[in-house]
C-alpha cells in the first residue's frame, strides 16, 4: 500500500495524477487539514507533524510514502530517510517532490531561470535553488513566497477576485526576471495552474506537478516492486483528514470528480 502525504487538500493535485498512472495499486491519502498550512511553521514543528503522519501511515501497513507537499519535503524528508527511517522502519521509504520538480526543470528551461512559486517554509529552505543548482549550476532561480494562497484555496476562494488579485501580485515580481519555466512550490498551487499559466504568458511553461511526480514514481517502482504490490482484489483509496471530514469529502469531489468517503484522524 502507497501513501500519500499532505498539509491538507493540495496533494490531491499529485494524487490524482499518480492514481491515473498507476492505478493498480492500494493507497491511503491522508490531509493534515487541522495544522495547515505547514508553510508558516518552523521547521521543528514541521518535522515533527511529518513524523506523526509518517508514523500513522506506516502504522496503517504502508510499505513506502510520497510526501505530496513541498513544505514537508523541504524540511522534513532528509532527517527523515537519514535518522528516523533506518532505526523505525527499516525496508520501508519516504518520497518528496522537489527532486522530480528539479530534475525537470533543469531540463525545460532553455534561458536557464527558473521561477518557483512556494510557502514561506519551502522558499526559505532554499531547497529547490540547491536541486536545480546540482543539475546545472548555470541556473538561476528567483523565488516567491506566496503565503496567502494555501489558505484561501483550502477555503475554495480560488475562484474569487480577490484571489486572482492576489495571485497577480505575486506573480509579478517573478515575472520581472523572465523565467522561462515555473515550478509551483506547493501542491495546493496546482488548484490554481490554469490562472498561474494564464498570468505568466503561453511563452512560460508552468510545469504539471502531479505529471512529473506521477512519471517519477512509476520509474521509481519499476526499479523497486518490492514497495508496491498490485492488489489482488479490487484496489483500495482510503481518504484520511485530520480535520472536518464532509468539508474534505466536498473539496476532493470537486477536483477528482467523483464522490469520496473521508474518515477522520488524529496526529500526534
Known sequence: ??????????????FKSIEKKLPQFDYIYLGDNARTPYGNHSQEVIYEYTRQAVDYLFGLGCTLIV???????????????????????????????????????SVATKNKVVAVMGTRGTVESKSYIRELQLQNLKIKVVQQACPLLVPLIEENWEKYSETKMILKKYIRPLKS??????????????????????????????????KIVADKLSEYLSKHPEYAHVSKNKAQRIFLTTDDQKRFEIAAQKYLGRKIKAEKISLQ
Not at 500500500?1 to 499529485?14: A, H, Y
Not at 506547493?186 to 490562472?195: A, I, S, V
Open 1 to 14: 500500500m502507497i501513501g500519500v502525504f499532505d498539509s491538507g487538500l493540495g496533494g490531491l493535485t499529485i
Open 67 to 105: 510526501l505530496a507537499c513541498n513544505t514537508a519535503s523541504s524540511d522534513a524528508l532528509q532527517k527523515l530517510q537519514q535518522s528516523y527511517l533506518p532505526k523505525k522502519y527499516p525496508g520501508k521509504n519516504i518520497l518528496g517532490v522537489i527532486r522530480p520538480l528539479a530534475e525537470l526543470a
Open 177 to 210: 526576471h523572465f523565467p522561462d519555466t515555473v515550478i509551483l512550490g506547493c501542491t495546493h498551487y496546482g488548484w490554481l495552474q490554469k490562472d498561474i499559466q494564464k498570468y505568466f504568458g503561453k511563452n512560460i511553461k508552468v510545469l504539471d506537478s502531479g
